[in-house]
C-alpha cells in the first residue's frame, strides 16, 4: 500500500479533479485522511472544506456529486489525482470547471 | 487583471499542469509572485520549491521545459492551470507524467 503523505501540508494533500471522459481539469480541493479513507468507502468525492472546517460530501447540498473512478498519486506521494463522473457542474458558480478564466497576460502567451 | 490570492497558501498557490494537446495531467508544483511572473515574462514554467526553497525554472538541469501556452485560474483564485507543451519527461523518474500509480483500494472503485 502507498502511504499518502498527509505531513508536508499539516495533514491535507491537495486532490487535482479530472473528469474521466474528457480529461477537462474540473477543480483542486484538499483531502485529510479520513475524507480520502470516505471517497474510497462511498466512491463520492469527499473532502475536507479548509473554509468550513469540516468533511464536505461534495454534492451533499448541490447533488453535484463527483463519481470516483479513480484515484492516482503522484511521484512524491503528496498530490492525488482523481478521475470522476461529475453530476451537474464541478463549480460553485454553475460553471462545468472553476477553471473558466484566463489570467491577466494570456494574451502575450 | 485577476488579483491571484497568494495569502491563503503562505505566499504559494498550487499550480495543476496539464499536456495542451492530450489533456494528461503531468504534475502539481508551487508558485510564488515572482515565479508566476517569470512564467508568463518566459513561456517556460517557473515553480517555487518547496524543499530547495528557491526559484524553479522546471528543464534547466533536465531540459525537460514545460513550454506555457496558456494559464487558467480557479473561481475563488487560489489556484492555477497551466497548460503546456511538455519537453521529455514532467517527472523526475523519467515517467511522462508524475501520476502513474493508481493508490491501493483502486481494484473496489
Known amino acids: 500500500m502507498i502511504q499518502v503523505d498527509f505531513e508536508k501540508g499539516n495533514g491535507l494533500v491537495p486532490a487535482v479533479v479530472q473528469?474521466?471522459?474528457?480529461?477537462?481539469?474540473l477543480m483542486l480541493a484538499y483531502m485529510n485522511e479520513e475524507s480520502l479513507q470516505k471517497t474510497?468507502?462511498?466512491?463520492?468525492?469527499?473532502?475536507?472544506?479548509r473554509?468550513?472546517?469540516?468533511?464536505?460530501?461534495?454534492?451533499?447540498?448541490?447533488?453535484h456529486y463527483q463519481h470516483v473512478k479513480e484515484i492516482l498519486i503522484d511521484c512524491d506521494n503528496d498530490t492525488?489525482?482523481?478521475k470522476v463522473e461529475q453530476d451537474g457542474a464541478a463549480c460553485h458558480?454553475?460553471?462545468y470547471s472553476?477553471?473558466?478564466?484566463?489570467?491577466?497576460?494570456e494574451e502575450i502567451l
Open 40 to 49: 474510497i468507502e462511498t466512491k463520492l468525492a469527499t473532502y475536507w472544506s
Open 51 to 63: 473554509s468550513r472546517n469540516e468533511l464536505w460530501v461534495k454534492g451533499a447540498t448541490s447533488s
Open 93 to 95: 458558480t454553475g460553471k
Open 19 to 25: 473528469d474521466v471522459h474528457t480529461g477537462q481539469v
Open 98 to 105: 472553476c477553471f473558466y478564466r484566463t489570467i491577466e497576460g
Open 80 to 82: 492525488l489525482l482523481l
